[in-house]
């Protein structure tokens, strides 16, 4: 149908004098006004004046197709068993036989135009609905091609208008003149400085900031008080050496010099029951076994006290407290021993194991882990026993309060790849109940 293409082709070329473009809310009726005129003419309709109606009902009688009247609502059987069914889209059937107009058996111009058609219409919504198209730059450098391409007149189809070309001008002039950014004030300082100086205030609650700032100094930082008094508020810390110890800095100091001692029983496998008397140092959590017997009279605990001192003066160790309960075994004479070294005597309140607590938890331990575990036959088995269970928890048991190390042991001295390098040994403890692992030769 050459009247129809090129009628549809004249309504493409038109600029905005003509045909009104697609840049409108009333574009897609302009759109089924002109399909509707192609139509017309390409079937011999060529009335201007005729209604899109009368147009397809023209349309359908060259086709060889006819309407079909509307039967009588009261007449019965009015619809006859050759009617064909209703179209469930009759409201669109219209329209559908305009498009299918635009089909050819070459299938090339007509339905090129249609496309045509079809973008523009969509082309219209999306400039309804959209205000302001993100371009990239990928974008704009095909639009800056195809205009070069494209007429003048078929400009209208580009959603860019000169105010854009405008902005993307101002866009260029502005990054022209533009220093690169750094942002205002001083240079930021180095997150490893920060966390040094947090350090420093943690670790010696009684510096200030000008005595943080002379131990940087020592450590060729150069930093001012007045960065190092910002850093210490901002993380929540008095600049000033104001700042008290906590309570575990200010129990860790002060269990340097403290001793807990208590008594617990032992049951043998007669029924015979042992009392063992032992001391621990609350710093280093180090255990001394003083030693076991079936009668705690004031001589015995007396003597036990005095070896135990001796012990403790061999490793350096100056008692400065030592917690008991007043259980009637302390005598005065035990009290004595360590008062003339220097020591003071606090006693816990009655019933009050926790206040002892740190000796009351080491009981536990030795039970759950040595004692529930083995039958014990005699003082000498005991002591063996004990004396076994006590090396081990010195030597090599790790500790939740002194980070996972042993009391005196110096594992912790060694690196990581040191204790991972070659055979891992086992040594097995009281036969076997508990296992160390040592790093073999």
């Known amino acids: 149908m050459p009247g129809a293409e090129g009628e549809l082709a004249h309504h493409r070329m038109a600029g905005p004098a003509e045909s009104g473009g697609l840049n409108t809310d009333a574009d897609s009726g302009r759109c089924g006004t002109v399909m509707l005129e192609v139509a017309s003419r390409s079937f011999g309709h060529g009335c201007r004046h005729c209604s899109p109606r009368q147009v397809l009902d023209s349309v359908g009688a060259r086709r060889g197709t006819r309407r079909v ?8 059987g009015a619809r006859s068993a050759t009617m064909p069914p209703r179209d469930p889209l009759s409201p669109l059937s219209p329209l559908r036989r305009v498009l299918g107009l635009f089909r050819s058996s070459e299938g090339t111009a007509a339905e090129a135009d249609l496309e045509i058609v079809v973008l523009r219409h969509q082309l219209a919504i999306l400039r309804r609905q959209v205000k302001r198209p993100v371009y990239r730059r990928t974008d704009r450098a095909f639009l800056a091609v195809a205009s070069r391409v494209l007429p003048r007149e078929m400009w209208r189809s580009f959603m860019v208008r000169p105010e854009t070309l405008l902005r993307w001008h101002r866009e260029l002039v502005r990054r022209k003149w533009t220093k690169p950014h750094r942002r205002p004030g001083r240079p930021a300082i180095d997150p490893e400085t920060r966390n040094l100086v947090l350090r420093l205030a943690r670790e010696n609650p009684r510096w200030g900031y ?3 700032r002379g131990e940087l100094l020592g450590l060729g930082i150069r930093l001012s008080a007045t960065s190092i008094a910002t850093i210490l508020r901002r993380s929540g810390l008095s600049p000033s050496p104001r700042r008290g110890p906590t309570w575990g800095q200010f129990l860790r100091s002060q269990a340097s010099g403290i001793l807990a001692c208590d008594f617990f029983t032992v049951e043998t496998l007669l029924l015979k029951t042992y009392y063992v008397l032992f001391f621990i140092e609350l710093k280093t959590r180090r255990v001394h076994i003083a030693g076991a017997t079936t009668n705690p009279d004031s001589a015995w605990v007396t003597q036990q006290a005095r070896n135990v001192g001796c012990d403790l003066r061999d490793v350096g160790v100056v008692p400065r407290f030592l ?24 006693t816990t309140p009655i019933r009050a ?23 014990v036959r005699g003082r000498r088995h005991l002591e063996r026993v004990l004396g076994e269970y006590v090396a081990h928890y010195n030597d090599h048991r790790p500790h939740r309060a002194i980070g996972l190390r042993a009391p005196t042991s110096e594992r912790d001295r060694l690196t990581a790849p040191q204790l ?22």
């Open 69 to 76: 009247k509307k039967p009588d609502p009261g007449a019965r």
């Open 323 to 346: 917690i008991r309960d007043r259980d009637t075994k302390f005598s005065p004479s035990f009290d004595a021993v360590f008062e003339a070294e220097g020591a003071r005597i606090i």
């Open 353 to 375: 194991p926790n206040a002892n607590a740190h000796a009351e938890r080491w009981v536990g331990t030795a039970r759950s882990e040595c004692l529930d575990w083995i039958l």
């Open 210 to 212: 000008r005595r943080i």
């Open 420 to 441: 991972c390098r070659g055979r891992i040994a086992r040594r097995p403890i009281l036969g076997g109940l508990i296992n160390e692992y040592v790093a073999a030769a």
